[in-house]
C-alpha cells in the first residue's frame, strides 16, 4: 500500500526515517527518469510504503563568509538565481528546468548549460548535510575522501577513469565524501543543506547561429563543436536546438527560418575576441545567419522548447522517451549517424541539448504503436554508446526509466559495491529500495 506523506520540518524527517518505512523521497518532481505520472504502481510494494514530498521544506538562502551560498529547504534554481541577482552574483549550474530544487539537483548529479564553462554541479559542491539511516544529521566535505575504503571501491575508482572526462558516468563518481550524496538519487539519505559555489554576474551576449538541419548535413555542426572547443573561457554556454524541436513553438515566435540553431552566451568582455577568432572563421556558416537575441528571449526559447517536448508526451501518456548521451568529441559524428538513423524510422522526433558538450537529448515522439520501435532503437544505441565508451546518462541519472539500459556499462564489481554501501549507509533498505544501487 502506497501512503503520502508531506514533510514539512527536519524534526519531521528525523522521525519518519527513524520509523524505517521504506520511502521515496522526492522535490519538484522533474525527473525525467521517474514515471511520476504512474509512480504509485511502479513503486507499490507489499510493504507499508511512503512516498514523502519535500518540496514544502522551510527554506533559507545566505552567502557565507568564503563566497559560497548555503542553500537550506526546498530552494529552486530560479529561486536562488532571483537571489543572487541583486547582489551582483549567480549560480554557476543552470539546468534547464529551473523549479526543479537544488537539494535534488545535488541527488541527481544535476548539469545544464553553464556546465560548458563551469563544469558540473558535483565539482561546484563544498559542503552537504543529510538525514542518515539513524535520523541524524551528518555533514560532508568535498575535502575530506569518500567514508567507506574498501579494495572494491579501488577497483570501481579505477574503472570510473574510463569516464572521468564526462559531465555524469553510468554509475556515481565515488571520490570526495560528498559523492555519497551526490548522484546517489536518495537511495543513502536525505539531503537538507548543501554549500555551492556561486561567481559574479558578468555582463554576457547572446547570439544564435542558423545552420542547415543536422539530418542533411551535419558539416556546419561538426565544425562548430570541435572549433567551440578552445573558446571554453569566453563562451558560457553552446547549445543546439534543431527544426523540428522548434515546431513545438508557435510559428511567430520561431526565429529561425526552418533551420536548426546553435545558442551562443558569450562574455561580453571577450566578444571581440570569439567574434574575430572564431565566429567570422566559420566557413560552413552563413554569417549573416548570425544574430543578437537580447536576454529574456534567449533564455525563454531555450527553456520553453524542452518543457513542451515533456509536457506532450505526458499529455499523450508516453513516458518520455529520450537519450541524454554524452560523447567525446571526436564520436560526435558517429552519435550524429545514430541519430540520423532513428531519424528514418517514421516516428515523429527531435534533437536539443548541451551540444558544445557533446551532449544531446534526441526525443522520439511517438504513437502508442510505435513504442517497442522505439525501445528497440535505444537498445541498440546503448550497445554502441558503450563501445564508444560514451556516457549513456550524462544528466538525467538512471532513477527507474533507464535502469532496463544499464547492462552494457556495468560490471559485476559496481553491483557488489552498492550493495556494501546499501548495507553500510541504508541497513534496512529504507530509501528508495527500487532504486539503481538494488539491481542485481
Ligand atoms: C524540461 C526539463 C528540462 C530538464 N533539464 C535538465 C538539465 O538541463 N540538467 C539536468 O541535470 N536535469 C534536467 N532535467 C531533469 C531534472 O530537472 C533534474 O534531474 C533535477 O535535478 C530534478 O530535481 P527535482 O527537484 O524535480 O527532483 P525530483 O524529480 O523530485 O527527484 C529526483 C530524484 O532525486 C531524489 N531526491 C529528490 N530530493 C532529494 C533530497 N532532498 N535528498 C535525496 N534525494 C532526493 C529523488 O528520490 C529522485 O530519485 C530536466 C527536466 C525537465 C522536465
Redo the contacts with the bound molecule.
Keep these: 500500500m502506497i501512503n503520502k506523506k508531506v514533510i514539512k520540518d527536519i524534526e519531521s524527517l528525523q522521525k519518519h526515517i527513524k520509523s524505517a518505512h521504506p520511502s ?11 514515471p ?1 505520472d504512474k509512480i504509485e504502481s511502479t513503486l507499490d510494494t507489499d510493504n507499508d510504503y511512503y512516498l514523502c514530498d ?2 514544502q521544506m522551510p527554506k533559507s538562502m545566505k552567502i557565507l563568509e568564503n563566497g559560497n551560498l548555503k542553500v537550506e529547504g526546498a530552494v ?1 534554481w530560479k529561486e536562488a538565481r532571483e537571489f543572487l541577482i541583486p547582489k551582483g552574483k549567480t549560480i554557476k549550474t ?4 529551473e ?3 537544488i ?11 553553464r556546465c560548458f564553462h563551469f563544469g558540473n ?1 558535483r565539482s561546484q559542491i563544498h559542503n552537504i548535510t ?1 538525514v542518515n539511516h539513524k535520523g541524524e544529521t551528518q555533514v560532508l566535505s568535498k575535502d575530506k575522501p569518500f567514508p567507506y575504503q574498501s579494495d572494491r571501491l579501488k577497483v570501481y575508482q579505477q574503472e570510473f577513469k574510463l569516464y572521468e572526462n564526462y559531465k555524469n558516468a553510468p554509475y556515481p563518481r565515488f571520490e570526495t565524501e560528498t559523492d555519497l ?1 551526490i548522484g546517489t ?3 543513502l ?4 543543506e548543501i554549500e555551492i559555489e556561486i561567481c559574479d554576474d558578468e555582463a554576457v551576449t547572446h547570439l544564435f547561429i542558423l545552420l542547415p538541419k543536422w539530418e542533411e548535413n551535419p558539416q556546419a555542426h561538426m565544425e562548430i563543436i570541435k572549433k567551440v572547443q578552445a573558446f571554453k573561457n569566453d563562451i558560457i554556454l553552446c547549445e543546439l536546438i534543431d527544426s523540428n524541436a522548434f515546431s513545438f513553438l508557435s510559428e511567430e515566435d520561431r526565429p529561425n527560418k526552418g533551420l536548426d540553431a546553435i545558442f551562443l552566451e558569450i562574455k561580453s568582455s571577450s566578444f571581440d575576441k570569439v567574434y574575430e577568432e572564431f565566429i567570422f572563421n566559420l566557413s560552413c556558416v552563413n554569417q549573416e545567419e548570425i544574430f543578437e537575441l537580447n536576454a529574456s528571449k534567449f533564455h525563454n526559447l531555450r ?1 520553453s522548447i ?2 513542451a ?2 509536457e506532450e508526451n505526458s499529455r499523450m501518456g508516453v513516458t518520455k522517451m529520450g537519450t541524454d548521451v554524452q560523447v567525446k568529441i571526436e564520436d560526435f559524428e558517429a552519435l550524429l549517424a545514430i541519430y540520423q538513423s532513428f531519424s528514418k524510422l517514421g516516428v515523429r522526433y527531435n534533437l536539443f541539448g ?1 551540444f558544445g558538450d557533446a551532449h544531446l537529448h534526441f526525443n522520439f515522439m511517438p504513437k502508442n504503436e510505435d513504442i517497442s520501435k522505439c525501445q528497440d532503437a535505444f537498445q541498440n544505441m546503448y550497445k554502441e554508446v558503450a563501445k564508444l565508451k560514451g556516457s549513456p546518462f550524462a ?3 538512471i ?1 527507474i526509466i533507464k535502469q532496463k539500459f544499464i547492462k552494457e556499462f556495468w560490471s559485476k564489481n559496481q553491483i557488489d559495491l552498492f550493495q556494501e554501501l546499501k548495507q553500510n549507509y541504508d541497513p534496512k533498505n529504507q530509501f ?1 529500495p527500487q ?1 539503481f544501487m538494488n539491481l542485481r
Aim: aromatic residues 12%.
Design positions: 521515496f523521497y522526492f522535490s519538484s518532481q522533474t525527473s525525467t527518469v521517474i511520476y519535500l518540496s529552486s543552470a539546468p534547464t528546468e523549479l526543479a530544487l537539494t535534488a539537483g545535488a541527488a541527481t548529479s544535476c548539469t545544464g548549460e554541479l543529510y550524496l538519487e536518495g537511495q539519505g536525505v539531503i537538507t527553456a524542452p518543457r517536448v515533456f548541451h544528466e538525467h541519472g532513477g528508495f532504486g
